[in-house]
Every structure is written in C-alpha cells, then in structure tokens.
C-alpha cells in the first residue's frame, strides 16, 4: 500500500523552500525537487514547458519579482492515486499572496497586498515531482487592482474562501472508507452530468448536491449559492451560452477523506452558441482546461472550488485579455 504521507510530507517540503527561494535559487530548489524530465502546465499565458529551467524563467521567477515576500496560504491539501492511471499526485488549493511591488503581465503594480488564487497538482514518480498542474486565476488579479477585462458576470465576485468546515487540509492519513464514498459520490454526480449533455435538472442535482450548495467559480463567472441560484447564474447562462459539449479526459482525479480533485488539459470542448460572457456565436469549437476541488459533507457534495483557464479559452476566441489591457493602459483604446 503506497504511503501517501511520503508524498505530502516530499511536497510540504518543496512548498517551504521554493516560497523562500529568490531568483536563480528558485531554479536550484525546482532542480532538487524535480526529475529530468518535469513537465509544467500552467494557464496562458505560462501553458506547457519542459524541465525545471523553463518552469521558473516563464512563470515562477517573473511572479516572484513581482509579488514579494509571498505567502503561501492553502485551504486544501490532500493526496491519493489517480483513478485514471494509478499514478501518484498531491493537490494543493488557496491563495498565493505577496507585496504587489512590480508589474507581472504588464498589469501595473500596486504596492499593496495581492492574493492569487492557485491550485497546484503535482505527481510523484520515485520521490521527485515528475509533472505540475498549476492554475491560477489571472482575471481576478485584474479585478483587484481595478480592471474589468470582462463583461459583468453572472454569479458574485469576492475572494474566495477555504472551506466552510475549515478540515481541507488532510496533513494526517484519512479513513480509506471516507476517501471511496467520496469518490463514487463524485463519480455518480459526473456520470449524471455528462448523460445530461452538461445540464443536470434540479431534482437529478438535488440527489448528489446538498440544498445549500456552494460553487466557487472562476473570476469572470463569478459563485453561486444554493442549487436554485446555480441554475439561474451559472448553469442557466452556460448552456444557452454554449452547446455541443464534448467532454475528453482528465489527466488526473483522485479523492482523500472528504475531499476530491481533478483537472484536464483540456477536459471540455464546446461551441459558443452566443452570449456566453458577452460573446457571440462562432462555428469553432473551443476548449476548456478546468479543475475540481469538491467537499463531501455526508452523503451529498457541499462545496465545489472551480478553474477555468479563461484567457485560453477566450484567446479561442478572439480576445488576448492581457494584449487588450496592456493596450488599454499604453494608449486609452481597446484591442481585441
């Protein structure tokens, strides 16, 4: 039986020296923790890059010039096999959060506290990181120091908080029993989404969701609160929005106590069918790289944390969100 507490304890470990860590250092620590042939995903602009020096010259080095010191502040912290190919991984989920002393992206520098929402997944191969998932949610950086790069949205826009229960972070070894009820849980609620061409009615949602569930999504869509409220702000506009859904794989998707999580590259395509975030309809297909965090409280889904990769999947589209505020901000007009 794999000990998963090996993993969290090898990325506990990383966390502490790579948030300490300042320039070249940072590629020294991801050179320790990594095996020759690391591979990073990150969002767009970051997307894939191969092998450590890549991973800190695109994203890790320009985020820690511009954010410091940073902070690492995790709600969710959890570990297992993937149910896709028994691989090991560890999920981490909350905010980075740092000193906003230098542009990053050309969005222009406060000086003031910034929090960066993240989820970062990472595999485990022979105790070294051999792969990372890292999302993080560039549109609400925008929305913090006061730009609105996207049409209003449907669902409420805030920083978003850990878990209502406060228990995400499952540094101890959890009940294997809890890990597999939530899993078929999970598992049962997909199942009926995706049978219901990603439009789960009221009563099939009310049998794997909890009445007053919460949906923690994405700056530019914005959380809802309950299952009526889901339906109207998110679920409602998606698919009027949006039509010949086609889901593809995961990469990864494991669950821990009462807790699961997943992620695609991408996991979702579909066809704009016009109005989805201001956006009319196009005949070109367009993908969706999304992760999961879900919370189980008993026999039902509690809570559910979302990313989407929106600038990826706005770029599909037409719209570079950050060429258009870096044009904004150098001549006044917009560019699309």
Sequence with gaps: MVNYQDNKSLVLRFYDELDKAIGDDIVEVLNRYTTDDYLFRGMHPFNEQQGSQAAADVFWKPLRNSFRPIQRRQDVFIAGANEIDGTEWVCSMGHLMGLFDE???AIPATRKMIFLPYVDFNRITDGLISETGFFCDIVRILQQVGVSPLPLQTGAAFLTPGPQTHDGLLFEAQDPSASSKTSKLVNKMSQELIASGIHSPRDELAQTWHEDMIWFGPAGIGATYTIDRYEQQHQGPFNDGLEKFKVKSNVCKFAEGNYACLFGWPNLSTTPSGGFMGYPAS?????????????????????????????????????????RNESILSTGTQTT
Excluded: C, S, T
């Design 283 to 323: 005949e070109k297909p367009v993908d969706m790289r999304i992760v999961d965090i879900y919370r189980r409280d008993g026999d039902k889904l509690a809570e559910n944390w979302i990313f989407i990769d929106m600038l990826h999947f706005l770029k599909q589209q037409g719209l570079d969100v950050l060429k």
């Design 103 to 105: 542009d990053w992206l």
